[in-house]
């Protein structure tokens, strides 16, 4: 076994509100994720109607992060 701490649970999603930011705007750092999950989520996502907005990006092909952001209409 490793003795790294690579055991350790990172979160699996994590909340970013920008400063001042409304309440309308929100993005989501999705960890261990790829396109699968970010097209799914984006395609279920804009079915909303609510939904003014939605679009991910992975930070770079190393890591295995999805910057996942929502935009409403409200």
Not at 41 to 57: A, D, I, Q, T, W
Not at 63 to 69: A, G, L, P, T, V
Request: aromatic fraction near 6%; charge should be negative.
């Amino acid at each position: 076994s490793m003795a790294t701490g690579e055991d350790e649970k990172k979160p699996v999603l994590e909340v970013v509100q920008a400063e001042g930011g409304d309440d309308s705007c929100v993005t989501f750092v999705l960890h261990d994720e790829d396109h699968t999950l970010g097209n799914a989520l984006r395609y279920m996502v804009m079915k909303n109607p609510e939904v003014e907005f939605c679009g991910y990006s992975i930070t770079h092909p190393s890591e295995s992060k999805i910057n996942f952001r929502i935009q409403t209409r409200g």
